[in-house]
């Protein structure tokens, strides 16, 4: 099961690297950045991790199915990783078509995403608190991405 769950926050990320790849190059390497903005290379190897470690957290929560009520857990993860996904189209591709909304709309998608990882986390705490822990970098580098967002919004 694990490696099914790997493979499917692997499609979501491919998904999302796909859509997103082309703007990469174009408007965005041109657009304002923060000034605590990474370079690109850190996304993918930190997204890489925590797409890893976020599989290997729901992994451990299926594993509880026998003894504990998961199915809210998982569908909470399955609802964040959803938001994820989207968030790349989002600010990525709309961009060229209508400017700052996109980024503004994106970042309303970050804030679902947030809540919906505060969420995950709160469900996953009682029933593996290891689980639990493995996504608090994920909250962190999300929260971390909502600046990057707003600062792109304000810049440009």
Known sequence: ML??????????ATLGSAVSQPFIAGW??????????????????????LYLGTSVAAWLIWRQRRRRRVERALTLYVVQLVL?????PLFFALFPVIGETATWLSLTVH???????IVTIVEFWPIQRVAAIIMVPYLLWVVYA???????ALLN
């Open 3 to 12: 490696g099914t769950i790997v493979a499917v926050n692997v499609l979501s």
């Open 28 to 49: 965005y390497a041109e657009a304002e950045k923060p000034g605590w903005t990474p370079p690109n290379w850190v996304f993918s190897a930190v997204w890489t991790a």
């Open 84 to 88: 994820n996904a989207l968030w790349s």
């Open 111 to 117: 804030m679902l995403l947030l809540a919906a990882i």
């Open 146 to 152: 909502a600046t990057l967002t707003v600062g792109i």
